[in-house]
């Protein structure tokens, strides 16, 4: 069946509806479909539903109708409307606020204007080449790693070590790599989860009261404040030792003071730590995850893996990439990213609101009323991508082994967004993700792949989809 064409800009034939008279499941009073959900498996119950409702239908996510698009076309249409039609959802604000997370990824309006310009600055390809020298330090300490666990046969945790690396890339050569200490992402684990948890919470009730796990929530925070604050304060000592930096920072927070302190700004101090924070988790958790996702699907496929390596004894002939054209240069890895996220996507869904009252797909959306996007939905349906099912990162590349894609794939599978809201850092998730895999196929064989929670890799949700308990053993390659 071809991609139907989304109509979300055409005058309706019939009367707009509201979102209550859309087909969806089984409500209870006052908490709606709460109830229905299981921990950790949002993005699995939200799915199941569109199976059986279709492209759009309703639920409740406590008294309010919420309207669930999972049809791609629509989804694209609508985030390219931000942020005048649509905008991020209030309660993320209001909760990202309260934790001091108050970074680009949750602003709205003139606070979102404002500090865009300040993250693009630091996250520009320009600027990134100035920061590519770390990178490739942090990668190799990262092989270093494996490397003795290769040797000793140790059993790595696969996530652990992937987002100490990516805090590394974010702090600018930090510690947590080479430490098996209290580090910061110790503190950071705990923070996502609980963002999730007081999304769906049907009543804020820790603004009147706490329970033990908000309190433990509080000491995470004040750590990674802390923390944050110490990054800061020794990137501006660096600058005030060495005012080059102004013009050619070195990381991305140097790049955010530079920002920052550019005349007209209208940027604070807290607008760099909101940003710096939010690059810290957003960074951690989507990339880590990426690739730890992209690992399991590849432990299956031989001939990527085969394919993998070639290309890494092109570019990496040092065991890993010395220069960003040789990363930039790392086109399969690119697509099996791409593939990667387009199957395990870390973020299954985006959530909108509406700016004023509006009609999508001849539906009524009040202001303020909410829209999901089932992203994944829509990028492992079969109207758009043949087997979708299956591993195949040559969709990416124009040489599919089946018939050919049914759509562009870059305009159904948006793991980054799309439109003016679209991922400021894509660019150095992307070089990150091919680092990393550049460095693993290099050097290594992946001999064993499995999750502690079973035989299959179970999926769980917590802001980010992540693989529960990935483990890993690897082997050196030997030379060809």
């Avoid at 979300?8 to 479909?33: D, F, Y």
């Avoid at 999972?70 to 039609?85: Q, T, V």
């Avoid at 680009?104 to 990134?128: E, K």
């Amino acid at each position: 069946m071809p991609p139907t064409t989304a109509g979300a800009t055409l005058a309706p034939k019939s009367p707009p509806r509201s979102i209550r008279e859309l087909p969806g499941p089984t409500r209870l009073p006052l908490v709606g479909n709460l109830l229905q959900i299981k921990p950790g498996a949002f993005h699995q119950v939200a799915e199941a539903w569109a199976d059986r409702y279709g492209d759009l239908f309703r639920l409740y996510l406590g008294p309010k109708p919420m309207l669930a698009i999972s049809n791609p076309e629509i989804a694209g249409a609508l985030m390219r409307d931000r942020p005048e039609r649509f905008g991020r959802g209030v309660k993320i604000e209001r909760a990202a606020s309260e934790m001091g997370i108050e970074g680009l990824f949750s602003a709205n309006g003139d606070a979102w204007r404002r500090q865009r310009p300040m993250v693009m600055a630091a996250l520009d390809p320009s600027h990134i080449r100035e920061y590519f020298p770390g990178l490739v330090e942090v990668t190799r300490r990262l092989e270093r790693r494996w490397r003795e666990c290769a040797r000793t046969h140790a059993v790595i945790d696969v996530q652990s070590d992937l987002m100490r690396y990516t805090v590394d890339v974010t702090a600018g050569l930090a510690f947590t790599l080479e430490s098996d200490g209290d580090v910061i992402q110790s503190h950071l684990d705990e923070i996502f989860p609980m963002l999730n948890r007081r999304l769906f919470a049907p009543f804020p009730y820790w603004r009147y009261f706490k329970l033990p796990i908000d309190r433990r929530l509080d000491h995470h925070l004040s750590e990674v404040h802390k923390a944050v604050d110490q990054f800061i304060a020794a990137a501006r000592a660096r600058i005030e030792a060495d005012p080059s930096l102004r013009e050619r920072p070195r990381n991305l927070i140097e790049a955010m003071i530079v920002a920052r302190d550019t005349g007209g700004s209208g940027l604070e101090d807290k607008d760099v730590a909101g940003n710096v924070l939010t690059m810290l988790l957003a960074g951690e958790d989507t990339t880590a995850n990426t690739l730890a996702w992209m690992f399991t699907l590849l432990f299956k496929e031989p001939g990527a893996c085969a394919r993998l390596a070639a290309e890494a004894a092109l570019l990496a002939p040092s065991g890993v990439p010395d220069t960003q054209e040789q990363a930039g240069a790392a086109v399969f890895a690119e697509a099996c990213a791409n593939e990667a996220m387009r199957i395990k996507p870390v973020a299954p869904f985006l959530f909108l609101e509406a700016r004023h009252d509006t009609v999508v797909e001849n539906v009524r959306i009040p202001q303020g009323g909410l829209i999901m996007l089932l992203l994944r939905r829509g990028a492992n349906d079969s109207r758009y991508f043949a087997e979708p099912e299956r591993f195949d990162a040559t969709r990416w590349l124009g040489e599919e082994r089946s018939a050919a894609p049914l759509a562009s794939p870059k305009r159904v599978s948006m793991p980054f967004g799309a439109g003016p809201r679209l991922c400021p850092g894509r660019y150095l998730a992307l070089l990150e993700i091919k680092m990393v895999t550049a460095m693993l196929f290099r050097n290594f064989e992946i001999e064993e792949l499995y999750s502690e929670a079973g035989k299959s890799v179970p999926e769980r949700l917590s802001f980010t989809m992540e693989p529960v308990g990935l483990r890993m053993r690897l082997k050196e390659r030997t030379a060809a």
